[in-house]
């Protein structure tokens, strides 16, 4: 099992920039998969960015594509996802998930473990 913690959520005004961390407890963290969804108010949780076990693939929703940025340090347990030119349709609870066996980046219901999310709001 791992347990995920995001952080690095905040209020920000459009066009700035935010940095989340997702810090994964355990040592398996290499064996995972990760992702990032986020849900806003009366929304279904849609995915943003996904990164392969060693980093070598990525993955971005097309709303976030040349924006975001996702990345992972092994050796710190942690994946990161940075966030430019932000805009005020970016705002919601943004969540990072992990997933150890067959890999489908783009669908929640396929990842099995998620943090508690953390929220970002982009001012207009």
């Known amino acids: 099992q791992v347990q995920l913690i995001e952080s690095g959520g905040g209020l920000v005004q459009a066009g700035g920039s935010l940095r989340l961390s997702c810090a994964a407890s355990?040592?398996?963290?290499?064996?995972?998969?990760m992702g990032w969804f986020r849900q806003a108010p009366g929304k279904e949780r849609e995915f943003v960015a996904a990164?392969?076990?060693?980093?070598?693939?990525?993955y971005y929703a097309d709303s976030v594509k040349g924006r975001f940025t996702i990345s992972r340090d092994n050796a710190k347990n942690t994946v990161y996802l940075q966030m430019n030119s932000l805009k005020p349709e970016d705002t919601a609870l943004y969540y990072c998930a992990a997933e150890m066996g067959n890999w489908y980046p783009a669908i929640y219901g396929k990842y099995d473990y998620w943090g508690q999310g953390t929220q970002v709001t982009v001012s207009s």
């Open positions: 355990g040592r398996t963290f290499r064996s995972y998969h």
């Open positions: 990164i392969s076990r060693a980093g070598a693939d990525t």
